[in-house]
Structure formats: C-alpha cells, structure tokens
C-alpha cells in the first residue's frame, strides 16, 4: 500500500512539472502594441482597438491571459528586438524584420496613402512629383515615414503621435498627410473632424499588418497562435470583427506563417 501511494505521487508530481514545463512558454509571452487609434490604444484605462480584441479573442482559443501592453512604437519595437518570448503586433513586414521575428497573419491590409486639404487643387500621379509638392507630414516609426525617407524627401515633418499630422494638415502647416486609411477617420474624429475636411492624392503603398515574434519564441508557440488564428478566420468572427471596426474596407481572409529569416 505504501508503495503503492509512493507511485502515485511521484507520477502526480511529473504531471504537474510537465504540465507546468509545456505552459511556461505560453504564460511567458509578453504582448506589445502601440498607441494607434483604431488598431490599438488605451482608452480610460481600458487597452482597446481591433488588434486587441483580435488577440484577446486567440487568447481564449489558445487559453491564455495575458494583459496586451500599450507601448510607444519606438520603446515596443527596441524590446521585440532584444527579447525572446515578444508578441509585437500590428506589424508590417520589411527586409532588416524579416531576421528579427516570425510572422503570423495578416491580421490588417491597408493603403498608406497621401492626404490634402479637401479644397487643394493638388493632383499626383506618381511620387517622383513629391519632391516640389510641398511638406509632408508623418507619424515616427510608421511604415509611411519609412517610406517617404527612402524616396529621399527631404521636407519630412515627422511627428510624436498620429493626430499631430493630422492637426498639421488641417491648420495649414503642412500640405501632404501620410497614414494608413485604416486609422484616417478615427484620428480625425478625435481632433474634431471628419473626411469631408480632407480628400486622398496618391496611394503610395498597400500594406499588410501581422502579428510578430521575436527572436527566441519557441515555435510551438507561434504555431498555436498561427492555428488559434487560422480557426477564427474560418469561423467567420474574424470578418465580423474586422467590419466593426473598419466597416467595408478589404478583409484578410487567408492566415499563414512566415518564418524568420536565418
């Protein structure tokens, strides 16, 4: 009998270790995002946006808890790049990310377009014309600032927060606003305007916004996350999501892995 109740609990014990070994990986992922109005922000103490709901939604699925962090892009991005077990999201795909992280998604397409006034007679057909076109105005860190240096532009008013661009336009100080049509409405609304009061000149790129690991995530993680993913989109919440907050703009219907680089 005593031998018998020895077994038990060293098999008890194994249990809970192995258990406690396979979730570790899971429990441990840090969930970064950052200020940026409708895809993610803090509101009254309340961390919201697509994004977040999207990820809080695959965490039910995977049966995880994490608190997503609501971080500024530049300090998100320098903790996803020096440290393993990082979930960094929305994030584009570039050449230098392709080493640092794995990929799943996308969760967001969008344009990153150019914006004027609503009453500027300004026509483009191409970016080669933006050199003489006047000051620009972006938000530092996104994929449109990026964008726009490497054209070589050199009339860049880069600015702290979305909104700041866009208050920047509406107040004359610059002529051309540079953002995703995704986020365009929403800080609008939260400076007190509205589409009427801009109009699009030129798209300059289509986008696509994933969910990023960093380098050191186990792969089993990110193929939980991939498969949580994958199981919502094919449910059709996903698509319901996504019009909630983005209304008939092109919905992402495929998920898929995309591996880092070595």
């Given amino acids: 009998m005593v031998h ?6 060293i098999f008890l014990l194994m249990s809970l270790f192995c258990h406690r070994a396979s979730a570790t990986p899971m429990s441990e992922l840090r969930l970064l995002t950052e200020q940026w109005v409708p895809v993610s922000y803090e509101k ?6 697509f994004a977040v709901e999207l990820v809080n939604q695959l965490q039910i699925i995977i049966g995880s808890e994490q608190k ?8 998100a991005m320098s903790i996803a790049n020096s440290t393993p077990n990082v979930m960094l999201f929305a994030t584009s ?3 230098a990310r392709r080493k640092s992280f794995d990929f799943v998604g996308p969760i967001i397409t969008s344009n990153i377009s150019l914006y004027a006034k609503a009453n500027d007679n300004i026509e483009l057909n191409d970016v080669s014309q933006l050199k003489t076109a006047g000051h620009i105005g972006a938000y530092r860190g996104s994929i449109g600032a990026s964008m726009l240096k490497e054209l070589g532009l050199d009339q860049l008013l880069i600015s702290s927060f979305p ?6 336009l509406l107040r004359g100080r610059i002529r051309l606003w ?6 365009v409405n929403s800080l609008l609304d939260e400076i007190g305007s509205n589409l009427d009061a801009i109009k699009p000149v030129l798209v300059i790129s289509e ?4 969910l990023a690991f960093s380098k050191g995530t186990q792969l089993s993680v990110i193929e939980t996350w991939d498969n949580a993913l994958t199981e919502y989109k094919r449910s059709g919440k996903f698509r319901r999501l996504y019009f909630l907050w983005f209304g008939e703009l092109p919905v992402p219907e495929t998920a898929k892995l995309i591996r880092r680089e070595k």
Avoid: H, M
């Fill in 4 to 9: 018998t109740l020895v077994v038990f609990f």
């Fill in 68 to 75: 997503v962090e609501v971080l500024p892009w530049a300090r």
């Fill in 178 to 183: 540079c953002q995703a049509d995704i986020a």
């Fill in 207 to 210: 986008i696509s916004l994933y």
């Fill in 163 to 168: 909104t700041q661009s866009a208050k920047q």
């Fill in 44 to 49: 009254n103490g309340v961390n919201t946006g």
């Fill in 93 to 95: 795909i570039n050449k």
